[in-house]
Nanobody, 121 residues
């Protein structure tokens, strides 16, 4: 079993900042990529940012220059620093991990339960 536990969502005014965290635990050998997705009401889930174990991060155009993703490989944790938030950033944010299991070496994707981010105007 693998668990992804998110924290850090909440309500913030436009122009404000929030920091999301996601810790992965359980049957993990290695985590290839960790990332954040979001889903607003009536919309499909979309990529916000993702970061490999080694290499550069990728960002959605809508968040470039405002959001920063980082990762602590020793703690199997990914962070999303969100600055200059606007109401269009309101959504449920989901943590994602593409990883190799420790027992049989299977590679699968896992999702967190989601954390609500609401930006008021």
């Amino acid at each position: 079993q693998v668990q992804l536990v998110e924290s850090g969502g909440g309500l913030v005014r436009a122009g404000g900042s929030l920091r999301l965290s996601c810790a992965a635990s359980g049957n993990i050998f290695s985590i290839i990529t960790m990332g954040w997705y979001r889903q607003a009401p009536g919309n499909q889930r979309e990529l916000v940012a993702k970061i490999p174990s080694v290499g550069s991060a990728n960002y959605a155009d809508s968040v470039k220059g405002r959001f920063t993703i980082s990762r602590d490989n020793a703690k199997n944790t990914v962070y999303l620093q969100m600055n200059s938030l606007n109401p269009e950033d309101t959504a449920v944010y989901y943590c994602n991990a593409d990883l190799v299991a420790a027992d049989f070496g299977d590679r699968n994707e896992y999702w967190g339960q989601g954390t609500q981010v609401t930006v008021s105007s």
